[in-house]
């Protein structure tokens, strides 16, 4: 009995030094977001404010939407409103062919890839280039992203020099400016030398692209601000070289005012890195001197989501990551043991909202710990959440065929007590069974385990025969 | 004070041991508690695999078994939490007065009776299993993930035991892996959680793993054999009622 | 287009189920520190990654600057003690951000700007922009940002509060920024580097009115 992703999470644990390195990895960015939280005496009520302040704004959204378009417009701000991803990438494509746009540099956006922009945009000739450094790898070695905020922690530098060094051009020249500046790499994949590689790489791209596009960790309605963070400051180059920018938001990113951005300023870079902010927190009101700048609102089931009762608080989230990092099962299968591009708690209940037949393999990525729910900084029920897709899987279609024979069995066992206890007296059997078939296929428990001892007496009898005579 | 005993299915089948060792120490106290036969399941390993209608006749005959009581209490935080956390929203308003009145040994020693002491004793090192629904849907110990005050009811409790060494694993409060169907369905990685939590057991130089969870215990303890683990695993029922 | 923001904006008002009222956020007591200068210090030359320079009363910025970086080739700054008149005591190669290529700002070694706020709790510092191309804070190699010591607080509300009630932000120029240390990325192996797309390299010149 398997979904795709116990297909692939059986495969991945076949390399356990493999599995460890990522466990020990991502457990160690949730380490540094407990010191985070352990420094503020008032963390718990941060997270709580954070909650509301989502909660207050998505069931207020329109108005909100409404003042946020109408400051941004104030401010010279080109405000489109996509209703789905074919949309989006119409208005996108629309706005840079206007422009005459040959290259776009662009930093990391969870939306566009949501919408798959950059198929789209390469499809009619747009050369893109991702800037934030992760992305920039994965997309040169045409690999997905396995974390949605460290993207390429699975890669290893050897590959990535061996990609460098095939797909940048100039890669000797820069390495030489490298020992010029007082550089020496300790060993030719050295993490070191391969950023700058990348620096000086999208360097040239930021002075050659004719557009930079962001996404927007935040919008903020009353002023009309777009915030983006970053560590990199990939976004700030994107938009300070190319004088056309183009925001990529999704409605639910807004928030009302610039106290609620106090609160979540500090929250996302503690939860999400373990730091105590990113490097870069960028406030873009209005385009540059000579410039232009155009933020697309995007719907795209954000909307319906809102009426959903069991999942609307999924538009909570601010895609920082944090469940992930403490996710048992993500830490030990991977970003591409998932069938959503989004993995982890959060990922499990976007790809049911996105499509719950065509996701619904990763709905048995979850062994319902709980731990998400206790570092989310918008208190999303994840967990929750998870636990009542399951029980829209049968009438899906989607109900593992054992599993729902085990509870009808159990169900039936256990709602005659006869039968129970007929069972009970009968479960010692078990412990004569020859090994072979205890340890076959058809027991599942023998997968991982050495199979229990039945006992003799069962509690029920004990009490029946013994205890109850006692009192 | 009219306790009455829950114990899961699973307790009932393998480790009968733990429901007794819950009755005699109860017992112990003063209490009276009684074992309603007809009892079977509280209906979790079917809600957890995605069949909550299924486990709602249960709920309902849970209610109907257990409501005349002052206290229900089970030797398993999962069962417990299940009950008092998933029966609510199960059940009608009505058909549910056993839920909010059921509770996990640890919490209702630690809580209501507000033990301390016992004639208990366990000369052997051992390490605390804080499994994740007792954790995080009881509150038997500060989450770790939270900025709140630590505490531990588990520790608390087994700290009353004579000639006791008590300690904590690494990541104290990470799942062992059981879930439930998580074990069945997502076996690869069950396991590997498993191991993982048994290895960090093993490093802290403990005899045995304790805590309130036969399940999870039962899932470790099936690892460990298999993969020839030694340490040893023991339902904290058990130690408590060492020496009575 | 305006067809599609109508159904969103109608499809969000039908949809909302319940509505919920918007947190008393005086009611938050945020972390402050005996000595918010001292932390901000700290912070900024630890975490942050920067490097901190006192300037004495009296004392020339360009100073600062050859301290920070005595190596430096060329200079990129709008900041009246730095301004062109002043060039000829640098003796390098100097372009004003109000008045340059972003192409030439990109082959600046040393930006120097000003910032305007500095955050206690996690060493940002707000460089709202006051130059024409804001490419002097991001493209060049190194930077200089100058701050006013009595202009730190204790922690991000405080530094939002300043900036809402402030009019000297978002006028003549829609943009500003907190930067907290040099750039930097985990990316490769989580092997922490300095210098990913934008400044290597920060220090930080704290100055008494």
């Known amino acids: 009995m398997s979904t795709l992703h116990a297909k692939a999470a059986e495969a991945y644990q076949l390399k356990p030094e493999v599995v460890e390195r990522h466990d020990k990895t991502f457990f160690g960015v949730r380490e540094k977001r407990d010191r985070m939280a352990h420094a503020l005496p008032e963390w718990e009520d941060l997270r709580e404010a954070a909650n509301q302040i989502k909660k207050h704004t998505v069931t207020h959204l329109a108005d909100y939407l409404e003042q946020f378009e109408q400051a941004a417009t104030s401010n010279g701000v080109h405000v489109h409103w996509a209703k789905d991803a074919d949309d989006y990438n119409r208005i996108v494509l629309d706005i840079l062919q206007q422009h005459g746009v040959k290259k776009v540099v662009k930093s990391k956006s969870m939306l566009t890839e949501e919408c798959h922009l950059n198929q789209n945009l390469e499809q009619h000739g747009i050369d893109v280039v991702e800037t934030d450094l992760g992305e920039r790898i994965l997309q040169m070695m045409k690999l997905a992203p396995s974390h949605i905020v460290m993207p390429a922690l699975h890669v290893h530098r050897e590959e990535i020099g061996d990609t460098f060094r095939r797909l940048i051009p100039d890669f000797d020249e820069i390495a030489k400016t490298y020992v010029a500046v007082g550089g020496s790499p300790a060993d030719k994949n050295d993490p070191t030398f391969l950023t700058y590689v990348a620096r000086m790489h999208l360097r040239q791209q930021f002075m050659e692209a004719d557009c930079g596009m962001t996404g927007a960790n935040f919008g903020i309605a009353e002023t009309g601000d777009v915030v983006v963070c970053t560590n990199e400051g990939n976004a700030d180059m994107s938009t300070s070289i190319p004088k056309l920018h183009i925001v990529s938001m999704g409605i639910e990113k807004i928030i009302p005012n610039y106290r609620a951005m106090g609160v979540f300023q500090r929250l996302l870079a503690r939860c999400g890195t373990g730091q105590e902010t990113t490097v870069y927190t960028s406030h873009f009101r209005g385009p540059r001197p000579g410039g232009e700048m155009h933020v697309v609102l995007v719907d795209n089931g954000r909307s319906s989501i809102l009426g959903n009762e069991e999942h609307w608080q999924t538009l909570k989230c601010m895609r920082c990551g944090a469940c992930m990092n403490t996710c048992p099962v993500y830490r030990r299968s991977a970003g591409y043991s998932y069938t959503y591009f989004i993995p982890g708690p959060i990922g499990i209940n976007l790809g049911m909202l996105r499509n719950p037949v065509q996701y619904s393999d990763n709905v048995s990525a979850c062994s319902l710990c709980c731990s998400c729910d206790n570092v989310c900084p918008v208190k999303v029920d994840l967990s929750t959440q998870v636990y009542r897709w399951r029980q829209q899987l049968d009438s899906l279609g989607k109900a593992d065929k054992m599993k729902k024979a085990m509870s009808q069995g159990m169900g039936f066992l256990f709602g005659m007590p006869a039968a129970y206890k007929a069972a009970l007296w009968m479960s010692p059997i078990v412990n004569w069974l020859p090994g072979m078939l205890l340890n076959s296929v058809l027991n599942p428990w023998a997968y991982g385990h050495r199979m229990m001892h039945f006992p003799k007496r069962s509690f029920h009898e004990i009490w029946s025969k013994e205890l109850k005579h006692q009192r | 004070m009219k306790i009455g005993l829950f114990i899961p299915c699973y307790v009932d089948a393998l480790y009968p041991e733990v429901g007794v060792s819950t009755y005699k120490l109860l017992t112990s106290l003063g209490l009276d508690v009684y074992y309603p036969e007809e009892q079977t399941c509280c209906g979790q390993p079917m809600g957890n695999a995605g069949f909550e209608q299924k486990a709602i006749p249960l709920a309902k005959k849970f209610d109907q078994q257990f409501r005349n009581f002052d206290y229900v209490v089970a030797p398993s935080a999962s069962c417990a939490a299940y009950v008092r956390c998933f029966h609510p929203g199960m059940l009608k308003k009505e058909q549910c007065e056993a839920a909010g009145k059921t509770m996990d040994l640890v919490e209702f020693l630690h809580d209501v009776l507000k033990v301390t002491s016992l004639p208990a004793r366990f000369p052997h090192k051992v390490s605390v299993h804080n499994s994740c629904h007792g954790v995080r849907e009881l509150g038997l110990s500060s989450p770790s993930e939270r900025n709140v005050p630590k505490y531990n009811k588990v520790i608390d409790l087994l700290k009353l035991v004579d000639g006791i060494e008590v300690v904590e694993p690494e990541r104290p409060d990470e799942c062992c892996g059981f879930g439930g169907m998580f074990a069945i369905e997502e076996q690869a990685v069950s396991r590997r959680m498993g191991i993982d939590k048994v290895k960090r057991h093993i490093a802290t130089g403990a005899e045995y793993v304790t805590g309130p969870d036969s399940s999870c215990l039962m899932h470790m303890q099936g690892i460990a054999e298999k993969e020839h683990l030694p340490i040893r695993f023991i339902h904290i029922a058990q130690i408590l009622t060492s020496n009575l | ?209």
Not at chain 3, 162 to 167: T, Y
């Open chain 3, 1 to 209: 287009m305006s067809n599609t923001r109508e159904n969103v904006l109608s499809a969000l008002r039908r949809n909302v189920r319940e509505q919920y009222d918007m947190p008393d956020l005086d009611k938050l007591q945020p972390i402050t520190f005996a000595d918010p200068v001292a932390e901000f210090i700290t912070k900024t030359t630890t975490t942050a990654g920067a490097k901190l320079l006192e300037m004495q009363p009296g004392e020339d910025i360009i100073n600062k600057v050859r301290e920070a970086y005595p190596d430096a080739t060329s200079v990129a700054s709008n900041l009246p003690g730095l301004i062109a008149a002043n060039a000829p005591a640098l003796s390098m190669h100097f372009v004003n951000p109000d008045t340059a290529t972003v192409e030439e700002l990109e082959r600046i070694d040393v930006g120097v700007i000003e910032g305007k706020i500095g955050v206690a709790e996690n060493a940002c510092i707000w460089v709202p922009q006051q130059m024409k191309e804001k490419a002097v804070c991001f493209a060049s190699q190194r930077l200089v940002i100058v701050l006013r010591r009595s202009d730190i607080v204790h922690n991000m509300h405080e530094a939002y509060d300043r900036i809402a009630a402030s009019a000297d932000y978002f006028q003549q120029y829609k943009f500003g920024t907190f930067i907290s240390g040099p750039s930097k990325t985990a990316d490769i192996e989580s092997a922490l580097v300095y210098g990913a797309q934008a400044a290597r390299a920060v220090t930080v010149v704290l100055f008494d009115s």
